[in-house]
């Protein structure tokens, strides 16, 4: 069985590794760890004895890249305690800005490129900064197995493909990460397989759209199942579906299968099809709201969380209020939620102009935010009386004699402990709620 814990030896060169953005990136990083683990470098949580200081980046929004240009300032610092010390910026910030970045640190690597580090950062010296930044249409990473860094030991992330086809006409994603390939099915179950003999109980298979799954015969709903069978103790998440693309087959295997959890991520973006349509969403409101009834004819007790954007080129008041429409139709349970940031390169960026004032944006931020504080509690109330399979996390954050978890849904659990460590599963009963939390009393 294969080592997939961080390799601390004092002995070896020490990597320190800062992960922005989304889950794949955290994936994306275990990756890095482990083609550096097997040419001999060590991880270091301290970044003053670094060796080699990594930033795996984001460039979905524009404070995400402002983020990373504040920490190669501090990066700078400890290369002026220790010259010898590489600065490396890895990921899709590193796509976007290429040859920018490389004017101010050592190491550009794009997300395609992981494997070259070894031999870039070989190369690297103080007059020869190093870049690498091809995109890929085959590569996947299927045969690295990740060096997990969520120190919980419970939860892991399995990528089962990368890149995006659908460019959508705000998102960076299919500059920044390339064309869509699908990951060998067998290689995906052999890492779930993997994960539960080193004690895992929960993975979440992730993709910019993973309802686009294929793979010689395999689609996602095949994937699905194929990855329940490996143990019924294994819990199975996903992440994220494309409400175009996201079919009654799967939404009938989750229902099927009681270890693949009641919970989808749908980010709607805009509840005007108006607005989809110039976001190139290629789905309307109404099937957007379709697809949310089939989900909850077949599995009432599915949690539904999402994303929305306010402000989109062009967005009028009524297209703003037909997301609030949206929004109060669905209750979700939980949302991301943001005014719109341009990308430079994307085809809005280069069609419509970025046209509602910052002012407007924010205060329609605000009303959506507003209100999905509203619908959360809404949501979290109905669940007061049911009983619900949590699987434990931890303490408590306010109370540590209190336990926290998540049910299948994927909502959050407070409990009060009888000794249980995580990875342990409880079940509870909801008695009182918050916008954020359910509060819950043991069964068990």
């Known amino acids: 069985m294969r080592n997939i814990k961080p390799i601390t030896d004092p002995s070896r060169p020490k990597v320190y590794i800062e992960t922005y953005g989304c889950q794949m990136n955290v994936n994306d990083s275990e990756v890095i760890l482990s083609i550096l683990q097997d040419a001999g470098y060590a991880l270091t949580e301290t970044i003053d004895d670094a060796d080699v200081i990594l930033a795996n980046t984001c460039s979905i929004r524009d404070n995400a890249e402002q983020r990373v240009w504040g920490r190669i300032d501090q990066f700078k610092l400890q290369k002026r305690k220790r010259k010898n010390v590489v600065i490396g910026i890895v990921g899709c910030m590193a796509e976007r800005l290429k040859d920018r970045l490389l004017e101010t640190v050592d190491i550009v ?3 395609d490129s992981y494997r070259s580090l070894p031999a870039l950062l070989e ?4 007059e020869s900064p190093q870049m690498n930044v091809l ?6 990473y299927a045969d690295i197995s990740p060096v997990r860094l969520d120190r919980n030991g419970i939860s892991a992330f399995i990528s089962i493909m990368r890149g995006c086809n659908n460019v959508c006409s705000y998102c960076i994603v299919p500059y920044t990460r390339g064309r869509e390939r699908s990951r060998d099915a067998h290689t995906i179950v052999r890492e779930a397989q993997e994960l539960w003999d080193n004690g895992y109980k929960e993975v979440t298979l992730l993709g910019q759209n993973v309802d686009s799954y294929s793979w010689e015969d395999v689609n996602f709903a095949r994937l699905l199942e194929m990855v329940a069978q490996v143990n019924p103790g294994l819990r199975v998440r996903f992440s994220t579906s494309h409400p175009k693309d996201i079919s009654d087959e ?3 295997t989750m229902a099927k299968h009681e270890n693949i959890c009641r919970h989808i991520h749908l980010p709607v973006q805009s509840g005007s099809s108006v607005m989809l349509e110039k976001m190139r969403r290629k789905y309307d409101r109404e099937w957007y709201l379709e697809r949310v009834d089939k989900i909850r004819s077949v599995m009432p007790d599915c949690g539904i969380t999402t994303d929305v ?8 008041e009524q297209d703003h209020q037909d997301t609030l429409t949206l929004m109060e139709k669905v209750v979700f349970d939980s949302a991301f939620m943001f005014a719109y940031s341009e990308r430079p390169g994307t085809l809005a960026s280069k069609v419509y102009p970025d046209d509602i004032p910052y002012e407007v944006k924010t205060a329609r931020l605000n009303e959506i935010i507003a209100l999905q504080g509203r619908m959360s509690l809404k949501s979290n109330e109905k669940e007061i009386g049911k009983v619900m399979k949590v699987l434990v996390e931890g303490p408590s954050k306010k109370n540590p004699e209190e336990l926290c978890g998540r049910a299948g849904s994927n909502k959050m659990c407070v409990f009060p402990s009888k000794g249980e460590k995580p990875g342990d599963y409880c079940e509870v009963e909801v008695v009182s709620v918050t916008s954020a939390t359910l509060l819950c009393r043991r069964i068990d």
């Open 109 to 111: 690597a794009g997300p």
């Open 250 to 252: 799967v939404i009938y």
């Open 135 to 140: 995109l890929s249409h085959e590569e996947t």
């Open 309 to 316: 954007i306010a402000g989109f080129c062009g967005e009028t």
């Open 123 to 126: 190369a690297v010296t103080p």
